[in-house]
Nanobody, 126 residues
Framework: QVQLVESGGGSVQAGGSLRLSCVVSGYAYSDGYCLGWFRRVPGKEREGVAGIENDGETLYADSVKGRFSTSKDIATNTLYLQMNDLQPEDTGVYFC????????????????????WGQGTQVTVS
């Protein structure tokens, strides 16, 4: 089965940057998965943040557009989320996710039980 292990969270001052990594196992490029990112901010519902299609096209939530970017390295089976100009409201637990569907579906939050999930990593911005 697909497993995801993420890392790279931490604490940063407002305006700073972090890069999250997510190593995906049990996944093949030919599976055609969207690989994406969610976050859980206290007091809010889980939010789809960013995703990358099998062909490399990316999709972002309005809340992070222009500040975050996601990419993948097929050779190392690693998904990345580069977070720039971080703001205190970005504080939360970030989860990588994978699903054999289009990223707009994954990030919509529909049928979350169909997603594979990373364990989450804390991002704190002050």
């Amino acid at each position: 089965q697909v497993q995801l292990v993420e890392s790279g969270g931490g604490s940063v001052q407002a305006g700073g940057s972090l890069r999250l990594s997510c190593v995906v196992s049990g996944y093949a490029y030919s599976d055609g998965y969207c690989l994406g990112w969610f976050r859980r901010v206290p007091g809010k519902e889980r939010e789809g943040v960013a995703g990358i299609e099998n062909d490399g096209e990316t999709l972002y939530a309005d809340s992070v557009k222009g500040r975050f970017s996601t990419s993948k390295d097929i050779a190392t089976n690693t998904l990345y989320l580069q977070m720039n100009d971080l703001q205190p409201e970005d504080t939360g637990v970030y989860f990588c996710a994978a699903r054999g569907t289009w990223c707009y579906v994954l990030l919509s939050g529909a049928d979350l039980n169909n997603n594979y999930w990373g364990q989450g990593t804390q991002v704190t911005v002050s």
